[in-house]
């Protein structure tokens, strides 16, 4: 009798670990079309992909189609629509916001609108990321997890000796704002390098 309820002990705790491991995990939310791409790099590295109501609780929003009008009233601090009061409130609180430059109305429209339109445009555009935003381009998403994975190969030599990240190696990863570092137990990071990392906004996991 012992020994059962050992075991069932055991499976409980068990149980609550992955519970509470679950609640920790980070989550973030798509305004707009969702792309695998995007969606892939996010949960390959543990993320949570949230849905619904959840999103106005995310640590990252990444907001895939933006039209002119929705962006010129979060940069006048102005939003009305839910997605908008959405974005406006990560940037408050200093939350992740992303906007895929391919999926924004003004990158679409550089070819034919006005110029002086154009630079009132850029303007608002600008102010996003003076907010705290980051403008990344599709192929951002669907390049990075190669790279990283591919220069930290290099740097580790495929050895299991200890190797030393400095912060002229980690310069030559061509990080950007929301990537996510995963370092190895054979790496090092040296505390310059880490500073780096979190100036340039790039998680260390």
Do not use: C, W
């Amino acid at each position: 009798m012992d020994n059962i309820e050992i075991a069932v002990q055991k499976i409980t705790d068990i149980i609550i670990q992955r519970l509470q491991k679950e609640e920790n995990r980070k989550n973030v939310a798509f305004l707009g079309k969702e792309y695998s791409s995007i969606r892939t790099y996010y949960e390959n590295r543990g993320y949570k992909i949230a849905s619904g109501k959840d999103k106005s609780d995310t640590d990252i929003v990444i907001v895939t189609e933006l039209a002119i009008l929705n962006m010129n009233r979060i940069a006048l601090g102005l939003p009305q629509t839910e997605d908008e009061v959405i974005i406006f409130q990560h940037l408050l609180n200093k939350k992740k916001v992303f906007f895929l430059e391919e999926g924004m109305e003004l990158h679409a429209s550089q070819n034919f609108a006005p110029r002086a339109l154009l630079q009132v445009l850029e303007n608002y555009k600008n102010q996003l990321v003076r907010y705290g935003a980051s403008i990344l381009p599709l192929k951002h998403f669907e390049t990075i997890n190669e790279t990283i994975n591919q220069e930290v190969k290099d740097i580790t030599h495929e050895s299991d000796r200890k190797e030393l990240l400095t912060i002229a190696k980690v310069r030559k990863l061509n990080l950007h704002a929301g990537d996510i570092f995963e370092t190895d137990k054979n790496i090092i990071v040296t505390a310059l390098a880490r500073d780096y990392l979190r100036d340039l906004g790039v998680e260390i996991v």
